[in-house]
T-cell receptor, first 113, second 113 residues
Framework: RKEVEQDPGPFNVPEGATVAFNCTYS??????FFWYRQDCRKEPKLLMS???SGNEDGRFTAQLNRASQYISLLIRDSKLSDSATYLC??????????????FGRGTSLIVHP | DAGVTQSPTHLIKTRGQQVTLRCSPK?????VSWYQQALGQGPQFIFQ???????QRGNFPDRFSGHQFPNYSSELNVNALLLGDSALYLC????????????FGPGTRLTVT
């Protein structure tokens, strides 16, 4: 099983739709979680951190479920500009006690008119 | 406030050659990490530098080495290039070695022929 797995894409949704992505992780000692957005041929940009209590930033909501070892990202009222690849990042504990940031392969979102 | 900068933007090398990529972290950041992102994949962690020392390393061979300078800028060196080294090389910076969010540079696209 891969350390970090994401929903297969692409997700193709109309403007105004609500869409959710999940990301599962295998290392239960993982301590920090993030969602990044990556536009085609650009660098990843931090979208939001994911906290145990869940957090919201405008149309975006992130949740962490430690018991089931997954994080989620919900996008409400999708805009054309939301079209991008969404990457989850998990910091699992590596040997020696260090934390190696591990990215999922990303989920592609296409929002159409 | 300048963000993370990387040079060069693009590079074409031949198998067996050596390459050096450069990164300047965001102002106020002292930790630099390097990632390799192959087409259609998430970024893979290569290593992290803090206080001019390699602090963490991902699953990459010794052909990949790095350096951090007193001004926190960093270099990534790859020896004996293989075709499979063709990828986008991303540098990310953060403040400290904890679990804070990291910010990415635009990347260097390396093509090995």
């Amino acid at each position: 099983r891969k350390e970090v797995e994401q929903d297969p894409g692409p997700f193709n949704v109309p403007e105004g739709a609500t869409v959710a992505f999940n990301c599962t992780y295998s290392n239960s000692a993982s301590q920090s979680f993030f969602w990044y957005r990556q536009d085609c041929r650009k660098e990843p940009k931090l979208l939001m951190s994911v906290y145990s209590s869940g957090n919201e930033d405008g149309r975006f909501t992130a949740q962490l479920n430690r018991a089931s070892q997954y994080i989620s990202l919900l996008i409400r009222d999708s805009k054309l500009s939301d079209s991008a690849t969404y990457l989850c990042v998990v910091n699992p504990r590596a040997s020696g006690g260090s934390y190696i940031p591990t990215f999922g392969r990303g989920t592609s979102l296409i929002v159409h008119p | 406030d300048a963000g993370v900068t990387q040079s060069p933007t693009h590079l074409i090398k031949t198998r067996g050659q050596q390459v050096t990529l450069r990164c300047s972290p965001k102002s106020g950041h002292d930790t630099v990490s390097w990632y390799q992102q192959a087409l259609g994949q998430g970024p893979q962690f290569i290593f992290q530098y803090y206080e001019e020392e390699e602090r963490q390393r991902g699953n990459f061979p010794d052909r990949f080495s790095g350096h951090q300078f007193p001004n926190y800028s960093s270099e990534l060196n790859v020896n004996a290039l293989l075709l499979g080294d063709s990828a986008l090389y991303l540098c990310a910076s953060r403040a400290g070695t904890g679990w804070a969010e990291q910010y990415f540079g635009p990347g260097t696209r390396l093509t090995v022929t």
